[in-house]
């Protein structure tokens, strides 16, 4: 048999990073943490609406400290690869985050801290 009649089954979910973004000077400043901590925001992106998407520490726990994880989005919040849409906090829900081009904006200071 060769390899190529083999067949490979999929399942689960993909995501999409495109070259012009992981080629950007944005995506560069990330760090691995919060690389890690968008791909797992985005694998919960299934088409609709890109501003109701949510990642809470019980989810990710397993691979983060609570603090790394709050760090890790502080940063994509502020380099603009994801905003804050709805407050989680004092009703204790969970935060909604959106996707976000601000990333895109020249001249973006994006330095994580």
């Not at 691995?32 to 919960?44: D, F, N, Q």
């Not at 691979?63 to 790394?68: F, G, M, P």
Request: net charge positive.
């Amino acid at each position: 048999m060769g390899l190529n009649k083999r067949r490979h089954k999929y399942s689960g979910h993909f995501v999409q990073l495109f070259d012009y973004m992981t080629n950007s000077e944005a995506w560069r400043c990330l760090s691995p943490k919060a690389v890690w901590v968008y791909i797992e925001i985005l694998k919960k992106y299934r088409g609709g609406d890109p501003n109701n998407l949510s990642l809470t520490y019980k989810e990710v726990g397993h691979r983060l400290s609570s603090a790394t994880f709050s760090k890790a989005l502080k940063e994509l919040i502020k380099i603009g690869f994801i905003k804050v849409v709805r407050p989680g906090g004092l009703y204790r829900r969970c935060t909604i985050y959106g996707l976000s081009d601000g990333w895109k904006a020249p001249n973006k200071d994006t330095r994580p801290g």
